[in-house]
T-cell receptor, first 114, second 109 residues
């Protein structure tokens, strides 16, 4: 059982390019989340999905989009990357939506936008 | 609004006890989480408190006082592998987690 996988592990991207970060879970969890983690700041929620077919905006959604076509996959797309999107991105999932359930995190994607 | 505060860094000695504090302000409280994050790795769940009091899990315990907007994580019998960042996360009125910046715990032999 892999749990949650993310790809790529790291990426250097030119500003203005489009990029999709992939996230897949095999635990059949209903809810999935995308966070970014920057030095000196707490994890910040970008987007979330309570169940397949639904998505919602978190604290810092601008410049990012997500889709949830099925239970397992929750890709995060940067339409036109900017240097301020340089960060470590974590995908997470939980059995239940609503925030009270334990979240399980993927290994992260380190993204650098130049 | 909601905000959460915890110390940036703490140092402790192997075998000792350390208490990591977390204070918060929120208009609606629905629980408080503690996660552990080793450098370069993903956060992993430690505890969840929704009622006042102490929850004990082996060497780790977490305490909550809702009236004081305060929680702490207590680590006993410290081991070198406990060197990590400890993240406090508040579940507020909108049921989204608000995360503290984390406390980096350095364990010295």
């Amino acid at each position: 059982i892999a749990g949650i996988t993310q790809a790529p592990t790291s990426q250097i991207l030119a500003a203005g390019r489009r990029m999709t970060l992939r996230c897949t879970q095999d635990m059949r969890h209903n809810a999935m989340y995308w966070y970014r983690q920057d030095l000196g700041l707490g994890l910040r929620l970008i987007h979330y999905s309570n169940t397949a077919g639904t998505t919602g905006k978190g604290e810092v959604p601008d410049g990012y989009s997500v889709s949830r076509a099925n239970t397992d996959d929750f890709p995060l797309t940067l339409a036109s990357a900017v240097p301020s999107q340089t960060s470590v991105y974590f995908c997470a999932s939980s059995v239940l939506a609503g925030g009270t359930d334990t979240q399980y995190f993927g290994p992260g994607t380190r993204l650098t936008v130049l | 609004g909601q905000n959460i505060d915890q110390p940036t860094e703490m140092t402790a000695t192997e075998g000792a006890i350390v208490q990591i504090n977390c204070t918060y302000q929120t208009s609606g409280f629905n629980g408080l989480f503690w996660y552990q994050q080793h450098a370069g790795e993903a956060p992993t769940f430690l505890s969840y408190n929704v009622l006042d009091g102490l929850e004990e899990k082996g060497r780790f315990s977490s305490f909550l006082s809702r009236s004081k907007g305060y929680s702490y994580l207590l680590l006993k019998e410290l081991q070198m592998k406990d060197s990590a960042s400890y993240l406090c996360a508040l579940l507020g009125s909108n049921y989204q987690l608000i995360w503290g910046a984390g406390t980096k715990l350095i364990i010295k032999p």
